[in-house]
Structure formats: structure tokens, C-alpha cells
């Protein structure tokens, strides 16, 4: 840079090559000093589309406005600040000149950023001619943000830093959005950006979030060409393109993206009306979260609805839902799910917060999305969402969801998770939540593809031992605190019923039903015993004394095989008996249990069983002896039988 150039003479671009398409200049090469430039200019190819304007600054201190307006220029950017330091001497009378031919026109700030804040230099700005009216011909103000125009020089003691100010990226970001915002609460209009595609990603690591503010390219092409080439991530597009410093036009020139009625609605601003006002108004006007619209109105969505983006979100209108506004996680959220076309329809009131865990919650005509920094956004609906509601929403077990409603399973159904749990809803169950050891259970087991199938009524606790339960389509759930849970269905579930559920005998099932057994059979273990089912049999329990018995014989596999009776007590001496396949159990609390069954039974039943002389038994059948013989004691005598000889019944 030429030792002459102090601060305040920075210009648009710098005139440098460093915003074509091959030059790489370094920090500080290449730039003018403030003399007068020569009106003539070098080149005269204009870009094919657009509105022409002109920029200037100090640098052109005598223009021709009539001359740039006969050339095409219909708008003007004017210098009026850099830093906090510097105010153009030349501002005025070419902000007026401009204004006086028929330009639209508006101002300009270079940044010095590692100067002061951001915050300090848009209120500089503003007092020295970077204001903005909706005056129809008042350009938005512009921040020029690029390349450092003093780098690696000291000034007066100050230490300019190299071409990225000696700032990090998010420094610089920082910056700007530290001076976008102060603009917007002055003016009411975010500033335009003006920077070249090259410097904004070396500098900014090509910082995305900017796509509010409009942008204003610099890139020279090295010949004639419509292509402005890359342009920063932040933006899909242009509004202007700076596409030459050495003319046609006086200073730099450049196109409007679009057309002379497009450039004047710009200058305007956004106009907010009606309904959408109104939503405006109470959300907080440009100073609440929605800061200032970003585009007009716009209408023809589904049920005569319309909407209106602003910085920070979106105002959505609609004759049956009115006006209401959606930013941040819970507006992405209801885009995803199709915005007014989803099934949540048009929002129908704000975004309303203060819930358990810091959430927040919205309404829409077909549901409500749920926010928590713990969970994000989901959104819930129809019988999961009056489920949720019926259990407490957020303050219940299930907490906030943390997904949205899932469809496709079984029987046509669907499930949403929780922080707590799941609901899940099929049209011939209905819609019912599942949690803790119940839902791990249900879930271990298949969830609704199980024989449990799917929920139909919501966990009951207050049992006996503090335990719950919980109904499906197939069985039944049972918890405690000393079992964990685990399922009931079909025979074996309705014996156990029959006896009294988690009151009876047997207690609170400890293993879910376990087949496989002889004959097709299957059983489940209970605190207090086991029922066993098989296909000839049904489903019998069996506990104490008698089912221990029959383990030691072997259970099904044994002569006995499966029960065919519970267990039936009131005999002599306060015994009691259970029927089996292949014989019966006996127990006094004398005696203890033993096994009868074969011939020895049936003539021992012949004499009256525990009622005979010979009472209960007090062995079961022992063989092995003389001539294939077996024998077996009770308290009255014995009951012998062998091949030849046949049954000998022997009194004490």
C-alpha cells in the first residue's frame, strides 16, 4: 500500500486484484491514494442482466451524476465511515448528488474491526450518514467487510494487524454480528454484507448464518462473463455484484440481481400488515425474537393461508388458525413435518415456555411440539398425543418425547418414545404408555410382534408388596419390587387367576412361560410355585410339599407326568392331594408327600385311601425286589406286589 494512505482512505475493494478470478496479491499491495481519479473510464462491458450502480468514495470527490444516470446507473453507493475515526468529507454532496439526478442511493461503513466493536462502529455509522427511512429511495445500509487495507502497517501507534485484522474466525463473525444487530435496533434494517468470496473464507472460515443478510459480492472477470463465480456458503445468492473498479461507471461498478421494481421494494424494506402485524406486534415488534421481516408477505398456501419471514423466524396466517409466529428448534421441527401441509397444520398460538426442565411448547391445529434442552423438538398428535396429555405430558413418568410418532407396525399401528417410556397405538387397542420394568419385559419379549401384542389399558399399581400391572391384547404384566416383571397369558395366566392373582398361593410370577417340555407342555415359575400347561392337560399349579415331590420324581418326564388337578386339601389329618397323569400326590403334615399311582394306588384307593387302616403313605413306591417287586409303606402298613404272587396288602 503506498506509504500516503492513512486511515480513511480505504475504498471499496481496495482496486486490487485480489477480488478477480486468478490474482492473489498479499496483504497490502496494490491501492490508491486519495486523489482525484479521472472521470474517463477504462472498460465499458456491463454484465447482460440487472440494474447498473456505481459506488464511490473520497476517492471520486467531483461526479458527474448526470453522466453516470445517461451511462444507466439507477442506484449509488456513497463512503460515509470507516472505523470509528474516519467520516468522508465528500459524503453529503454525493449522497444528494445522486439522490438530485434520480438515484436510488444509500451508504457505506468500511470495518476496521480489531479497532473497536462492532456495537461502537455501527453507532459511528449511524451518526455520520448510515441511517436508512422507507422512503422508497434510501438504500439499506452496507458493512464492507474484506480485506485489511492497512495490513502489517503501525499508524500513529497502532498496530493494524495482518489482511484478517490478526482475528480469528469466530472473532470476525463475532464482530459482525455484533454490528448487524446494533444496525438492526437503529435502523430497523439488517445491513447488507459486502465482501469477496476469497477474503470471507480465509478470514471467516467461510462462516455460515449469514443468509439474512442481503450480499453484496466484489469479483472482477478477466473477461467479459454473467458468471459472478463462487459466493460464500452463507448465501444461495447475490442482491449486487461489484463486477469492476475500472468501469464503466465512476469508482466501482455494479448490477442489481433483478429489476429496477425489485431495487426499489429493496430500498423500501418489508412491509408487515394485518394479522401478521399484529403476531409481530405482540412477539416483541424488531426488538422480540423475530427481529425484522426479511421478505413480504407472501400468500397461496393451503387454505388461504400466507407467511412472512423475519430474521428470526416465520409468521404463518390462515383465516381458521390466524397468526402466529415460530422460531428456533420447535419452527425446524414443524418444518420437517411439512409445515401447514403436515399433520399439524397452521400454528395457533406462539411458542409458550416456562415448563418443567426449562421446555417449551407450541399449538398446532392437528397437535403440539414439545421443546427441552434436555430432548429437542417433537411433536405429538392424535391418540399417542391425548394418551401423553391424560398421563401429565412433560410432568409425568414419560417426561418429554424424544421422537416423533412412528408408524408401520403391527396391525397397522404406532409408537412414540419418551424420556420415560412409549406410547404405543394400534386401531383395535387403542393408545396406552409403557414404562420401566414392564416396558423392558414386554420389550425383551417382542413388543407388539409378542403374544402379548399390544397394550390395552394404562400400568395399575397399589398391589400387594407394592407391585403393578398392566393389560394387553394377549396376557398381562406383573411387577414388584421383588419379582421385576414378567408376563401372563393364556392357560396358564387363567389358572393363575383362578387362584388369586398376586394374593394366591403362588404369588407374583419370577420367569416369563418357558415351553418346550414333554407333549408339547410349558410352565412358569411363581414365588410361590409353578404352574404347568400342556395340550392334554391344560394348566395346573403346583407348590410346597407336593411339587417338590413330584421335582424329586422328575416332574412331567416322571410316571406321574402332568397335573391334572390343583391342589385339593380337607382330607384326614389336614392332608391334602393333587391328581397327574399317571398317579396322585399325597401330603399330611405328618407324612409329608409321596406319590401313588399304578396297581399299588388302585388298591390302595379301593381300601379307602387316607381314610383306610393304612392312612397316608409314607414312602413312595420302592421296586427293585424278588421277582420284579415293588413295595410301598404307609403308616398303617405296607402295600407289596409282585409278578407271581400280585398285591399283598400287610397291616401294622
Request: aromatic share 14%; proline share 5%.
Amino acid at each position: 500500500m503506498a506509504a500516503a494512505i492513512g486511515p480513511g482512505g480505504a475504498e471499496m475493494g481496495q482496486r486490487s486484484a485480489r477480488v478477480t478470478g486468478t490474482a492473489a496479491a498479499g496483504p497490502g499491495t496494490a491501492s490508491k491514494s486519495l486523489t482525484t481519479e479521472a472521470v474517463a473510464t477504462e472498460d465499458t462491458w456491463k454484465p447482460t442482466f440487472g440494474i447498473q450502480g456505481l459506488d464511490v468514495s473520497g476517492h471520486q470527490p467531483s461526479v458527474d451524476w448526470q453522466q453516470q444516470w445517461d451511462m444507466g446507473a439507477r442506484f449509488a453507493y456513497v463512503k460515509a465511515t470507516e472505523g470509528n475515526y474516519f467520516s468522508s468529507e465528500t459524503f453529503a454532496s454525493q449522497y444528494q448528488g445522486s439522490r438530485s439526478i434520480g438515484m436510488v442511493r444509500g451508504a457505506y461503513h468500511f470495518a476496521i474491526p480489531n479497532w473497536s466493536s462492532g456495537a461502537d462502529q455501527a453507532r459511528y455509522f449511524v451518526q455520520n450518514g448510515g441511517g436508512w427511512s422507507a422512503d422508497g429511495y434510501t438504500l439499506p445500509p452496507v458493512l464492507d467487510f474484506e480485506f485489511n487495507p492497512y495490513a502489517g502497517r503501525t499508524i500513529n501507534g497502532f498496530y493494524f494487524g495482518n489482511s484478517c485484522y490478526d482475528m480469528s474466525p469466530a472473532q470476525l463473525t463475532s464482530w459482525v454480528r455484533d454490528f448487524g444487530n446494533t444496525m438492526v435496533s437503529l435502523t430497523g434494517r439488517l445491513p447488507v454484507i459486502y465482501t469477496n468470496t476469497s477474503w470471507w473464507k480465509q478470514c471467516t472460515a467461510d462462516a455460515p448464518g449469514f443468509g439474512d443478510y442481503p450480499l453484496w459480492v466484489a469479483s472482477y472477470p478477466l473477461a467479459p462473463s454473467n458468471n459472478v463465480g463462487p459466493i460464500p456458503s452463507s448465501w444461495s445468492n447475490f442482491s449486487i455484484w461489484q463486477y469492476s473498479s475500472t468501469g464503466p461507471f465512476t469508482g466501482d461498478s455494479n448490477v442489481w440481481n433483478g429489476d429496477y421494481a425489485g431495487l426499489k421494494r429493496y430500498a423500501a424494506g418489508y412491509g408487515v400488515t394485518g394479522g401478521i402485524a399484529s403476531a409481530w406486534a405482540a412477539a416483541g415488534g424488531g426488538g422480540g425474537k423475530l427481529g425484522y421481516p426479511t421478505s413480504n408477505e407472501i400468500c397461496g398456501l393451503t387454505g388461504g393461508g400466507c407467511y412472512q419471514r423475519f430474521q428470526g423466524g416465520t409468521i404463518h396466517w390462515s383465516p381458521a388458525s390466524g397468526a402466529s409466529a415460530t422460531w428456533g428448534a420447535i419452527g425446524t421441527t414443524w418444518g420437517t413435518l411439512g409445515y401447514e401441509n403436515g399433520k399439524l397444520g397452521y400454528p395457533v398460538t406462539n411458542e409458550i415456555c416456562g415448563l418443567t426442565g426449562g421446555g417449551c411448547y407450541q399449538r398446532f391445529q392437528g397437535g403440539t411440539i414439545h421443546w427441552s434442552p434436555a430432548t429437542g423438538a417433537s411433536a405429538t398428535w392424535g391418540a399417542i398425543r391425548a394418551t401423553w396429555a391424560s398421563l401429565g405430558s412433560e410432568k409425568s413418568k414419560l417426561g418429554y418425547p424424544i421422537g416423533k410418532e412412528t408408524c408401520g407396525l403391527t396391525g397397522g399401528g404406532c409408537y412414540q418414545r419418551f424420556q420415560g417410556g412409549t406410547i404405543h397405538w394400534s386401531p383395535a387397542s387403542g393408545a396406552f404408555a409403557t414404562w420401566g420394568g414392564i416396558r423392558a419385559t414386554w420389550a425383551g419379549l417382542g413388543s407388539e410382534k409378542s403374544k402379548l401384542g399390544y397394550p390395552t389399558g394404562k400400568e395399575i399399581c397399589g398391589l400387594t408388596g407394592g407391585g403393578c400391572y398392566q393389560t394387553f391384547q394377549g396376557g398381562t404384566m406383573h411387577w414388584s419390587p421383588a419379582t421385576r416383571a414378567f408376563a401372563t397369558w393364556g392357560g396358564i395366566r387363567a389358572t393363575w387367576g383362578a387362584l388369586g392373582y398376586e394374593k394366591g398361593k403362588l404369588g407374583y410370577p419370577v420367569t416369563n412361560e418357558i415351553c418346550g417340555l414333554t407333549g408339547g407342555g410349558c410352565y412358569q415359575t411363581f414365588r410361590g410355585g409353578t404352574i404347568h400347561w400342556s395340550p392334554a392337560t391344560g394348566a395346573r399349579a403346583t407348590w410346597g410339599g407336593i411339587r417338590a415331590t413330584w421335582g424329586a420324581l422328575g416332574y412331567e418326564k416322571s410316571k406321574l407326568g402332568y397335573p391334572i388337578t390343583n391342589e385339593i386339601c380337607g382330607l384326614t389329618g389336614g392332608g391334602c392331594y393333587q391328581g397327574f397323569q399317571g398317579g396322585t400326590v399325597h401330603w399330611s403334615p405328618t407324612t409329608g408327600a409321596h406319590a401313588t399311582w399304578g396297581a399299588i394306588r388302585a388298591t390302595w384307593g379301593a381300601l379307602g385311601y387316607e381314610k383306610s387302616r393304612l392312612g397316608y403313605p409314607v414312602t413312595n413306591e420302592i421296586c427293585g425286589l424278588a421277582n420284579g417287586g415293588c413295595v410301598q409303606n404307609f403308616r398303617g402298613g405296607t402295600i407289596s406286589r409282585t409278578d407271581a404272587a400280585g398285591i399283598k396288602v400287610s397291616y401294622k
